[in-house]
């Protein structure tokens, strides 16, 4: 497809279906303006993918994405939250500046994206060892996996962990 029957053919897609999509985020949200934010999202993830399934199946292909980018908005809401909770509990003195939990919180988002890139039992094994302190044999008891499995998706874990820092 060429580019200008591309960019008709985004335009048509956006005029016919972009109301649709953003009532139905409306719905789900509860919230105008985040509805608002997430159809234009959506919007422009299918702009930079540009893919043909888009044309055949324009709503079931945008309610597919828009449901994706509902869900990281919401665990982004959780993870806020979580972190603002954890920071009012903290006296005054030893409490961040707001340069430092921005910085803080963008660190937790980027985590939370690493993890959630694992495979779900490379991931549980991870936390067990990393945030429970549980010991191999113990992740493997607990899991119902072999010691070498356990080592295994650990050696996932940090290996997703140093690609990260590279």
């Known amino acids: 497809m060429s580019s200008a029957a591309s960019a008709d053919a985004i335009g048509t897609l956006y005029r016919d279906h972009h109301g649709w999509l953003q009532s139905w985020l409306r ?5 105008s303006h985040q509805a608002a934010d ?17 044309f055949r199946t324009p709503r079931a292909y945008l309610r597919t994405v ?8 919401f665990r982004r809401r959780e993870l806020e939250q ?19 939990r921005l910085a803080i919180f963008e ?5 939370d994206g690493l993890l959630d890139a694992l495979p779900e039992t490379t991931r549980r094994v991870f936390l067990l060892s990393q945030l ?13 996996l072999s010691l070498r499995t356990v080592k295994r998706h650990m050696h996932a874990g940090f290996a997703q962990c140093l690609a990260a820092l590279l």
């Open 107 to 111: 660190t937790l988002l980027h985590i």
């Open 66 to 73: 828009a449901h994706g980018l509902m869900v990281d908005h």
């Open 132 to 144: 429970d302190g549980l010991t191999y044999a113990a992740i493997g008891e607990q899991l119902s």
């Open 82 to 100: 979580a972190y603002l909770d954890a920071l009012a509990a903290m006296p005054e003195p030893l409490a961040p500046s707001p340069e430092e």
């Open 38 to 54: 997430l159809a234009q999202d959506t919007f422009l993830r299918l702009i930079t993918a540009r893919r043909q399934e888009a």
């Open 27 to 31: 719905r789900k949200l509860g919230c």
